[in-house]
């Protein structure tokens, strides 16, 4: 039970801090004792994504820089087509009893970019094509500090609260700044990391559980909260067949015979292009929906998205890897007939 504790201390501690929020909200609230309109807006977004530049691997990156088809193919999926999907699901569904503030966080998921370590953690431990998976998920991450607030903006249009401007001079300040500052320290001490091995993933865990926990302060003082759990279990269970359409689509286009992606590729192509990421997002909705009263509501399909993604995921390891395996001992088996 501890070791299962300790496994999943990130998603128990998501809990915890809703819980608090719910109890004095008026100490994370802006204007509260924690003063998070500093304290989170500057300080702990751009700790978070100084983190990220610190422990992004650049020369693994170059690496994989020359697989062209499969970066356009996953860029493509997580930052276009994804959207446009989630796009037209929050549509279909206005006509339903779901909350709509719900069903815009349904598509603020699809605007995210994809995760730093999650798609990467589970290509690894299927034996996927690892150099791509960390390229497109870091590559990707770099892309959606851009892409995200325009599909945001695009989106939501008015619904946004803060000047366009406003947003692009935030992000660059708390977002892009530190992550080059990150790459540019990381060329002087990457010996000093690789021997000491800083625990960047658990600083960065932290740090978003106190932007989570601020985030509900807001709207849990202004006592607008309250929603029906049915509405929640709906978009669970919508979450589940969203991802499960996703995985099983990116699995069919990726194994097309057109398409000449090795079966290590496919695997990645899965994880990368269906993944969302909370460490970013959340974040990112905090600058780009900045004092919005329903900003926890559309935050809630996020952070269940997260732990679902890595729930399937981790389902699907055993699966995949077979099928990988088999497929590269049939691609090895068909290679030698033909010579």
Not at 258 to 265: I, K, N, Q, R, V
Not at 297 to 308: A, E, G, K, N, Q
Request: hydrophobic letters at 50%; a positive charge.
């Amino acid at each position: 039970m501890l070791s299962s504790l300790q496994k999943n201390w990130f998603l128990i501690g998501i809990v915890v801090v809703i819980s608090l929020a719910r109890l004095a909200p008026d100490i994370g609230a802006k204007g509260g004792i924690l003063k998070p309109e500093i304290t989170v807006k500057y300080v702990a977004v751009s700790t978070i994504f100084l983190n990220s530049g610190l422990s992004l691997k650049t020369e693994e990156l170059r690496s994989a820089f020359g697989h062209f088809r499969l970066h356009i193919f996953v860029q493509s999926f997580t930052l276009a087509f994804a959207p446009g999907v989630f796009s037209l699901l929050e549509r279909m569904l206005q006509f339903t009893s779901l909350n709509k503030w719900l069903l815009k966080g349904l598509l603020v998921v699809g605007c995210m970019p994809p995760p730093v370590s999650s798609a990467v953690i589970l290509t690894k431990a299927v034996g996927g094509n690892e150099a791509a998976a960390i390229f497109n998920s870091a590559f990707g991450s770099f892309l959606g500090i851009f892409v995200t607030p325009f599909l945001l903006l695009l989106f939501f249009g008015s619904s946004s609260s803060v000047p366009f401007l406003t947003i692009v001079t935030q992000l660059s300040m708390t977002v892009v700044l530190p992550l080059l500052v990150g790459q540019f320290l990381r060329m002087y001490i990457k010996q000093w990391m690789e021997e000491t091995k800083p625990p960047f993933g658990t600083i960065s865990s932290c740090v978003l559980l106190l932007i989570i926990y601020t985030t509900f302060c807001d709207t849990f003082s202004q006592d607008n909260s309250e929603i029906d759990s049915s509405h929640l279990v709906g978009v669970v269970f919508l979450i589940v067949i969203l991802q499960s359409c996703l995985l099983m689509l990116t699995f069919s286009l990726a194994t097309m015979k057109e398409s000449s992606f090795t079966p290590a590729d496919t695997v990645a192509i899965m994880f990368c292009s269906t993944h969302k990421s909370l460490t970013l997002g959340i974040p990112m909705l905090k600058i780009v929906f900045a004092g919005h009263s329903n900003l926890s509501l559309m935050s809630i399909p996020l952070l269940i998205y997260h732990p679902v993604q890595i729930l399937l995921g981790g389902l699907l390891v055993p699966t995949v890897k077979a099928w990988m395996i088999g497929a590269q001992q049939k691609g090895k088996v068909e290679a030698n007939v033909g010579v």
